[in-house]
């Protein structure tokens, strides 16, 4: 169960590091001083790679103009991952090659790609549910897999496994326990979370889980994955089975997170609302970040104008405008790109005129089918 390993690994926290001091204490009585000096240097060695790493990349954040007063919570340097597969496990499936990306303290991000890119295999990565085969990453200033980190994040996996036999009612006290929520607080957070996410909170007090639909599902997922009132939160496809209205809830679920400055890390296919809610995102394919930054970086640097317009020669045109079209009045229009100011001086010549002509912003669909098929492109 996805819920109940992420969540477990983050409740364990105290027991498991009490554990490993009592083992480390055996270890040390067993053999001896020799192997406590080399236990010390081995911590050191590590701390000071971390530092160093934490350092190297606060510098690269840095220099690319990010204050460092709104440091990076997610932070990842050239991580990746290479499954092993077949009965050998000597078959490779990379599915993360050298990523580099940040997140920023309040901002929503989005991760876009294809089937397969690679994007859940990030957040696996993140959350420390998978290792990595190469490269370091940070969560909220420490290590990827820290574990006191788990406690202050939430998490909507792309395919949430519930217990099927709990009531929607019972599953969020069983993820609160997890995180040692107090039943008082319990009582006050699980009712309004079913509302936020909107299911009613009588109907989830009888009704089980295998009697919710696909929607109602993701709505009890995302319940759960803010049921620790995590700083930052991860969610895998959030608006995945929900109808209109669903995800427009859901869309107004991600708007009051960030407007209560925490930190959304989402992947999604759908485009529209990513416009719509993300700050800034990244598109990967087939394991690599092909390009990642705000949304007016990204979808206004290809300088295109939306230019209407009458008289001129047709073929001419053409050659500028090459989605030209005609009205049937005899005016055209269509999009011309960086080279206006010729276009211009070779329409006076042509004797034809301007009547508007508009910055066009790609739209985001636009942008991302013309990304995937420049990689695809650069990799045939
Ligand atoms: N456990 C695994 N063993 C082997 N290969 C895997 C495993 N998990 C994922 N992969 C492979 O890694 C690649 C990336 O998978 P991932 O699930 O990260 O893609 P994704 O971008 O989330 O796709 P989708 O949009 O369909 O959810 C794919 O080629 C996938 O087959
Ligand atoms: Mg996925």
């Not at 420490?142 to 709990?166: A, M, S």
């Not at 317009?309 to 269509?334: A, H, M, R, V």
Request: net charge neutral.
């Amino acid at each position: 169960m996805q819920y109940g390993f992420t969540q477990h690994s983050a409740l364990s926290t105290p027991s498991s590091a009490l554990s490993t001091q009592h083992s480390a204490l055996n270890t040390t009585k067993l053999l001896g001083w020799r192997s406590l000096t080399q236990q010390t240097v081995i911590v050191i060695v590590s701390l000071v790679l971390d530092l160093c790493f934490m350092k190297s990349i606060a510098d690269a954040a840095d220099s690319q103009g990010h204050l460092t007063n709104n440091p990076p919570v997610v932070l990842t340097s050239e991580l990746g991952k290479v499954y092993r597969t077949g009965f050998w496990l000597n078959q490779k499936v990379v599915s993360l090659k050298s990523c580099s990306l940040q997140v920023y303290q309040g901002e929503t991000f989005g991760l876009l790609g294809p089937n397969g890119a690679g994007k859940t295999t990030i957040l696996k990565l993140l959350l420390g549910i998978i290792r990595p085969t190469s490269g370091r990453g940070l969560l909220l200033g420490k290590p990827i897999g820290d574990r006191t980190v788990k406690q202050r994040i939430g998490y909507l996996p792309e395919n949430p496994y519930l217990y099927e036999y709990l009531t929607g009612w019972e599953f969020l006290q069983l993820a609160a326990g997890l995180f040692q929520i107090p039943q008082s607080v319990q009582r006050q957070r699980i009712p309004q979370l079913l509302e936020l996410v909107g299911l009613s909170p009588a109907e989830a007090r009888k009704k089980q889980l295998r009697r919710y639909s696909k929607g109602m599902l993701q709505r009890v997922g995302m319940a759960q994955a803010l049921i620790n009132e995590p700083d930052l939160v991860f969610l895998d496809e959030p608006m995945s089975g929900l109808d209109p209205l669903g995800r427009y809830q859901m869309r107004e679920i991600i708007l009051s997170l960030k407007a209560a400055g925490k930190t959304i890390f989402f992947n999604s296919h759908i485009l529209s609302e990513v416009e719509q809610i993300c700050d800034r995102i990244a598109i990967l394919a087939q394991g690599e970040l092909i390009c990642s930054g705000s949304l007016d970086e990204l979808l206004d640097s290809d300088n295109t104008y939306h230019v209407k317009g009458q008289g001129g020669d047709g073929e001419i045109l053409k050659k500028w405008i090459p989605n030209l079209t005609f009205e049937p009045n005899g005016s055209w229009q269509g999009t011309i790109q960086e080279d206006y100011y010729d276009f211009l001086a070779s329409l006076r010549l042509m004797g034809g005129q301007i009547t508007t002509m508009n910055l066009s912003r790609q739209s985001l669909e636009e942008f991302f089918i013309q990304q995937i098929q420049k990689q695809n492109n650069s990799v045939n």
